[in-house]
């Protein structure tokens, strides 16, 4: 049967991430951290697509945390992992309770927990032996931290879609990383993937995050594409116009550079578009 105009398009654009920053190598053997949401199922189910076709060899293992949280129900992932014939491991550590002992009331859990889980993963990926660990953050994700970074941290930082951990041991790859959050819920409801609630991340309402994704949501609205503008954007840094001493040491400005501010029509950039000036960051 021929794939929906939605599951084409996510392979594209895993396709294109993968391609342009070199995600996957021959011989890579890929830790998939499937948490039992929609992204993560996505990302296992578009990687093992690609692994079929790929003209290199590389292995995936599915690997989900069970962190204690009460009610947790991990049967229905288990049974779908197992029906798919995904290769699995399933671990278990109780973050919940460390997590709620230091986090104080009022105060947002995500950026607690999300260490900790990392953590666990760096650990079981060594153990395993897996040189790199795919993570399901899509477009929306990267722009929202981009939004969280800019308003709250005073920088200018994304989510690169591919990491080396500061200790050697691992490489983090996002190869969701041009995928729309849009087309991943219609995939999602596609595929009928059996859906864990987070119990602790979705217990808060004023989580920042959720009101960067809200914000953008209402832009996307009264500015079509502005996503794929800014995500664009993220490709296409001109560092000669920011205001990093540090990174403009060691550059030299180009002999003819236009001044963006007396461009009153900015050209728009579309992702993807090989046309694209691209100027390194160092």
């Not at 021929?2 to 398009?9: L, N």
């Not at 200018?156 to 995928?179: F, Q, S, W």
């Not at 995050?209 to 502005?226: I, S, T, V």
Request: aromatic fraction near 4%; charge should be neutral; proline fraction near 7%.
């Amino acid at each position: 049967m021929r794939p929906s105009e939605v599951t084409q398009r996510l392979q594209r654009e895993v396709g294109r991430a993968i391609g342009e920053h070199a995600l996957i190598a021959d011989g890579d053997k890929i830790m998939v951290a499937v948490s039992g949401g929609k992204d993560s199922y996505a990302l296992l189910e578009l990687l093992t697509a690609m692994q079929r076709r790929a003209p290199v060899r590389f292995e995936l293992v599915a690997v989900h945390l069970d962190q204690g949280q009460p009610g947790y129900d991990g049967a229905p992932l288990r049974a779908w992992l197992e029906r798919e014939g995904h290769p699995f491991e399933i671990l278990r550590e109780d973050t919940y309770s460390v997590v709620i002992d230091k986090v104080p009331e009022g105060k947002t859990y995500c950026s607690l927990c999300s260490r900790l889980r990392r953590g666990i993963l760096y650990t079981a990926a060594a153990r395993m032996g897996c040189n790199k660990i795919a993570l399901g953050h899509h477009r929306d994700d990267a722009l929202e931290t981009l939004m969280l970074n800019l308003f709250f941290a005073g920088k200018l930082a994304a989510m690169p879609a591919k990491l080396h951990t500061e200790d050697g041991r691992n490489t983090v790859i996002r190869p969701l990383i041009y995928c729309a959050e849009e087309d991943l819920v219609r995939y999602a409801e596609e595929r009928a993937f059996p859906i864990l609630p987070c119990n602790l991340c979705g217990s808060q309402t004023n989580a920042q995050r959720k009101n960067m994704k809200a914000m953008l949501d209402r832009l996307e609205g009264e500015h079509p594409k502005l996503k794929q503008s800014m995500l664009a954007a993220l490709s296409n840094v001109v560092p000669t116009h920011l205001l990093d001493a540090d990174l403009l040491t060691g550059l030299s400005a180009p002999k003819s550079a236009p001044d963006p501010t007396l461009d009153p029509e900015p050209a728009r950039v579309e992702a993807g578009d090989p046309t694209r000036r691209r100027l390194p960051l160092a």
